[in-house]
């Protein structure tokens, strides 16, 4: 089938094929032994809330050095996607995150979050797996955020449902992930309960008439659902003007923080911006 599709295609492109598939085939087998290699590190994100005029969680963000390249996880992800390695994988950024955040959680009433695949929510005993990780790590139910984005396979869409469902009565929060992109439609806020949305940053890059109506439309739907909405992406002071001034309130973005090294985030909590606590006050730079 591949062979295929190379054929018909001109050289320069087929050329880019070969590459694309050597390395995917590179990733994939440097990734399956990146957890024993232990090449895999997280990085974290603050993510704030200028309301309350401090940080409310972290997101942990999976970050895989293999040799001498930080290979990004929006090229890496993908392909362990596409084999079950993501559930291996998963499973150990969920017990890291856990591990390595645990006092600061506590110290500073965050809650930690963290990127869950489909493939993970497919998986029998996914909610075993996670009650197992929070009883190993002490880590309290009410503290973690699962993110999910895909769009949920049609049939399984009952379950994976269900999962959520069960996830949350034991005191978990699930966020819809890159919500307004196409994997994150009003589709899924329809099957799938959540707590919390958080808007895809191409919303915010040239804030457009369109942009805010659309800005506009998500915040109501969370709002009526009492879900919580996070705007992603956030780097420039004036984008932050015009989003307070439109009533959001939590924001993860370079402006704020880059993802750090867990160490690095103790020292963050000491010097972090002194937020605003009005919406007309303006941030100084
Ligand atoms: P995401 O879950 O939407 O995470 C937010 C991404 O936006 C992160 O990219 C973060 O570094 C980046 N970001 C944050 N603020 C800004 C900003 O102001 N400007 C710009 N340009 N980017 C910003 P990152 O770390 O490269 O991760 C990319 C994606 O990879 C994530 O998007 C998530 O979908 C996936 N991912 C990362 N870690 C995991 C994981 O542990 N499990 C799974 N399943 N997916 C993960
Ligand atoms: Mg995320
Ligand atoms: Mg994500
Ligand atoms: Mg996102």
């Given at each position: 089938e591949n062979k295929r599709a190379i054929k018909n295609t001109d050289p320069i492109f087929r050329e880019h094929l070969l590459h694309k598939h050597e390395r995917q085939r590179f990733i994939k087998i440097g990734l399956n032994q990146a957890i024993e290699k232990r090449e895999l590190h997280l990085a974290y994100q603050p993510i704030v809330d200028t309301q309350n005029s401090a940080t409310c969680g972290i997101e942990a963000l999976l970050r895989w050095q293999h040799a001498d390249e930080l290979i990004s996880p929006a090229e890496f992800i993908p392909v362990a996607e596409k084999s079950e390695l993501i559930v291996k994988i998963g499973l150990w950024v969920l017990k890291r995150a856990c591990e390595e955040s645990l006092q600061l959680c506590k110290q500073n009433k965050l809650y930690l979050s963290v990127n869950i695949s489909a493939m993970q929510l497919k998986q029998a005993d996914f909610i075993d797996d996670v009650r197992k990780v929070l009883a190993q790590t002490q880590f309290p139910a009410q503290s973690l955020q699962l993110e999910i984005t895909e769009s949920l396979i049609l049939e399984e869409k009952d379950t994976v449902a269900e999962v959520i469902s069960t996830l949350r009565q034991t005191g978990i929060r699930i966020a819809i992930d890159d919500f307004g992109t196409g994997y994150s439609s009003l589709k899924q806020l329809q099957d799938v309960p959540f707590d919390a949305i958080k808007i895809d940053r191409s919303f915010i890059i040239n804030m457009t008439e369109k942009d805010i109506a659309i800005l506009t439309a998500a915040d109501f739907i969370a709002r009526q659902l009492n879900a919580a909405t996070i705007v992603e992406g956030v780097e420039s002071i004036e984008q932050l003007n015009s989003l307070r001034s439109l009533g959001f309130k939590q924001y993860q973005g370079y402006y704020f923080a880059r993802p750090m090294p867990a160490d690095a985030l103790p020292a963050w909590f000491e010097t972090q911006l002194n937020l605003p606590?009005?919406?007309?006050e303006k941030v100084d730079v």
């Amino acid at each position: 089938e591949n062979k295929r599709a190379i054929k018909n295609t001109d050289p320069i492109f087929r050329e880019h094929l070969l590459h694309k598939h050597e390395r995917q085939r590179f990733i994939k087998i440097g990734l399956n032994q990146a957890i024993e290699k232990r090449e895999l590190h997280l990085a974290y994100q603050p993510i704030v809330d200028t309301q309350n005029s401090a940080t409310c969680g972290i997101e942990a963000l999976l970050r895989w050095q293999h040799a001498d390249e930080l290979i990004s996880p929006a090229e890496f992800i993908p392909v362990a996607e596409k084999s079950e390695l993501i559930v291996k994988i998963g499973l150990w950024v969920l017990k890291r995150a856990c591990e390595e955040s645990l006092q600061l959680c506590k110290q500073n009433k965050l809650y930690l979050s963290v990127n869950i695949s489909a493939m993970q929510l497919k998986q029998a005993d996914f909610i075993d797996d996670v009650r197992k990780v929070l009883a190993q790590t002490q880590f309290p139910a009410q503290s973690l955020q699962l993110e999910i984005t895909e769009s949920l396979i049609l049939e399984e869409k009952d379950t994976v449902a269900e999962v959520i469902s069960t996830l949350r009565q034991t005191g978990i929060r699930i966020a819809i992930d890159d919500f307004g992109t196409g994997y994150s439609s009003l589709k899924q806020l329809q099957d799938v309960p959540f707590d919390a949305i958080k808007i895809d940053r191409s919303f915010i890059i040239n804030m457009t008439e369109k942009d805010i109506a659309i800005l506009t439309a998500a915040d109501f739907i969370a709002r009526q659902l009492n879900a919580a909405t996070i705007v992603e992406g956030v780097e420039s002071i004036e984008q932050l003007n015009s989003l307070r001034s439109l009533g959001f309130k939590q924001y993860q973005g370079y402006y704020f923080a880059r993802p750090m090294p867990a160490d690095a985030l103790p020292a963050w909590f000491e010097t972090q911006l002194n937020l605003p606590k009005t919406a007309n006050e303006k941030v100084d730079v």
